[in-house]
T-cell receptor
């Protein structure tokens, strides 16, 4: 059984640029949730994808968008990057929506915006 | 609005001590509560998940309890080891139209040899 993987591991961008982060869910899982974790804080929920549809969103602006593919892998896209977007981005997969089922996290992508 | 807090924010103990980490939440309408471990700059490792109908869960030296009515959970670590040094986070999903998960800020644990 393959765990949750994320790519890339690290990324450096400049303000105004766009970035795409990728996540492969654990085998058998149909739900992917994305989180942003600033230094010294707990993860903040960005959104969740269930069977290729967005199924809930946290307090993040529309420039944060996502996709889920038929194999349940997912992308997080951030447009018009701002300095405050610098964070560790985590994805988690679960079998069913994230609230009811145990989530398994990937290693994260560290994004630095200069 | 669900708010999750963790006390203490940081803890430093000598090796071998038993210790308790606390998690509090304001909305008791939850499906479950999950404890995670996070090493610096890394992802989250699931430690224990307690369903709302359960009172506690155990895994090795870890024991987590849940008191839904008082909005509290504790994570008990027995005979702490330097390898236990990490940040411990609790997470509580909301019973909303979608299942948003709220994390606490974490407790940073340092076990000194």
């Amino acid at each position: 059984e393959t765990g949750v993987t994320q790519s890339p591991t690290h990324l450096i961008k400049t303000r105004g640029q766009q970035v795409t982060l990728r996540c492969s869910s654990q085998s058998g899982h149909n739900t992917v949730s994305w989180y942003q974790q600033a230094l010294g804080q707990g993860p903040q929920f960005i959104f969740q994808y269930y069977r290729e549809e967005e199924n809930g969103r946290g307090n993040f602006p529309p420039r944060f968008s996502g996709l889920q593919f038929p194999n349940y892998s997912s992308e997080l896209n951030v447009n018009a990057l701002e300095l405050d977007d610098s964070a560790l981005y985590l994805c988690a997969s679960s079998s069913g929506t994230s609230g009811r089922n145990e989530q398994f996290f990937g290693p994260g992508t560290r994004l630095t915006v200069l | 609005k669900q708010e999750v807090t963790q006390i203490p924010a940081a803890l430093s103990v000598p090796e071998g001590e038993n210790l308790v980490l606390n998690c509090s939440f304001t909305d008791s309408a939850i499906y479950n509560l999950q404890w995670f471990r996070q090493d610096p700059g890394k992802g989250l490792t699931s430690l224990l998940l307690i369903q709302s109908s359960q009172r506690e869960q155990t895994s090795g030296r870890l024991n987590a309890s849940l008191d839904k009515s008082s909005g509290r959970s504790t994570l008990y670590i027995a005979a702490s080891q330097p390898g236990d040094s990490a940040t411990y986070l609790c997470a509580v999903p909301l019973k909303t139209s979608y299942d948003k998960v709220i994390f606490g800020p974490g407790t940073s644990l340092s076990v000194i040899p």
